[in-house]
């Protein structure tokens, strides 16, 4: 893989390899990646990805460089992406990248002779689904069989790549959404419909190993706030969803959290949740990725 700008980059076959590292790397301190230094361009606040990256690339021996906001000029519109992109190609080993539109990702990896790492996107989260997958491989020590249910809106850029990821790794995934927010038509085309999609989230979880969700309201639908708000109502992660599930069912969100609006802090905090597994195998996986991008 030169860049990782979507799930549907990798192969089934590199995903598991990505799986199998992060078991090797798990809690360990190396110079694999001595003398090398990424570059985390966030044009969004950021604490997990930003923190996790950051902290993978010291734990590697490496070294990482906050590029967020301000202080680079292509976020201020007084320099082009591709000129900030053949820039940095010549400074950096690779650069994480945490833009508001999948279009400027592309036009960075276009210019780019470096690993351009998707960060988030308004279109997808890959290292994000990755991670998710891997924590689910985790709990439950297997993926074939499972069913994970994302409840809320389907159009949201983590369904998305949990769709991608699902579907290259045969997990059973159904996407409970109101009719406002489908799953965006072309992943569900290159996935060959392999997701569910309802507007009855107490159907859906009824078979349901794993309840996702995520906030209603991303970075950038502020505006839409009211209006998301009403029409998700009836998607809420609570505990009377919850008694239609599984009693073994697990909770998985990944953060941050509204909460008293996607999810309820009895919820959140309750024992069925492994946000916080989901929320440190970050710093894992993207070890394993920033291994084999860089090595």
Known sequence: MKHLLDINDLSKKEIEQIFKLTDKLRNKKTNLLK?????????????????????????????ALDLSGAKMQVFSGREAISDTSKTLSRYLNAVIARLYSHEDLL??????????????????????????????KKEFGKLKGIHLVFVGDGSDNVCSSLIQACYKLGVKITVAT???YPPDAEILKRTHHHATVTDNAKQAVKNADVIYTDTWISMGQEKQKVERKRRLVG????????????PQVRIMHCLPAHRGEEITDRVLDGKHSIVFDQAENRLHVQK????????
């Not at 990805?49 to 070294?63: A, C, D, I, N, Y």
């Open 35 to 63: 003398q090398k230094t990424i570059g985390l361009l966030f044009a969004k606040p950021s604490t997990r990805t930003r923190v996790s990256f950051e902290v993978g690339m010291v734990q590697l021996g490496g070294h």
């Open 107 to 136: 036009e960075l990896a276009k210019h780019s002779s470096i690993p351009i790492i998707n960060g988030l996107t308004d279109f997808n989260h890959p290292c994000q689904a990755l991670t998710d997958l891997y924590t689910v």
């Open 178 to 180: 109101p009719r406002y």
């Open 235 to 246: 998607y809420q992660v609570n505990a009377k969803l919850l008694s239609y599930a599984h």
């Open 288 to 295: 394993a990725i920033l291994y084999l991008l860089l090595k």
